[in-house]
């Protein structure tokens, strides 16, 4: 838990010193729109935005992942149920005898 305040610590600094160093304005110019704002602020949206459209073209891949480990649980516990079944009916070391 320390580890990952530590880290969100060294990120915000990070940020605050990127953002001092990098204080000049900038247009962004798409279509016909245009934005007139800091260069700090403008690569941070952008680079939020992007992980924000990695993060949802990865869900449905995260979430079929999810879908086929909770069938592979459901079919182990299956498994196991069978096997603890078989094994009261026959116990191991004895031999079954067909007379």
Same mark, same amino acid.
């Given at each position: ?8 610590? #060294?990120?915000? $600094?990070? &940020? %605050?010193? +990127?953002? @001092? ?7 962004? !110019?798409?279509? /016909? ?5 800091? #260069?700090?602020? $403008?690569? &941070? %949206?952008? +680079?939020? @935005? ?7 073209? !990865?869900?449905? /891949? ?38």
């Amino acid at each position: 838990m320390k580890f990952f305040i530590i880290l969100a610590l #060294l990120i915000a $600094i990070a &940020i %605050v010193l +990127f953002s @001092l160093q990098n204080s000049a304005i900038v247009t962004v !110019s798409f279509l /016909s729109f245009h934005y007139e704002g800091s #260069l700090a602020l $403008i690569l &941070i %949206v952008v +680079f939020t @935005l992007g992980l924000l459209v990695g993060l949802l073209i !990865s869900v449905p /891949s995260l979430l079929r992942k999810s879908l086929d480990l909770r069938e592979q649980k459901k079919r182990v516990k299956q498994l196991e149920e069978s096997i603890t079944r078989s094994t009261a009916i026959n116990p191991v070391g004895q031999e079954q005898t067909d007379k």
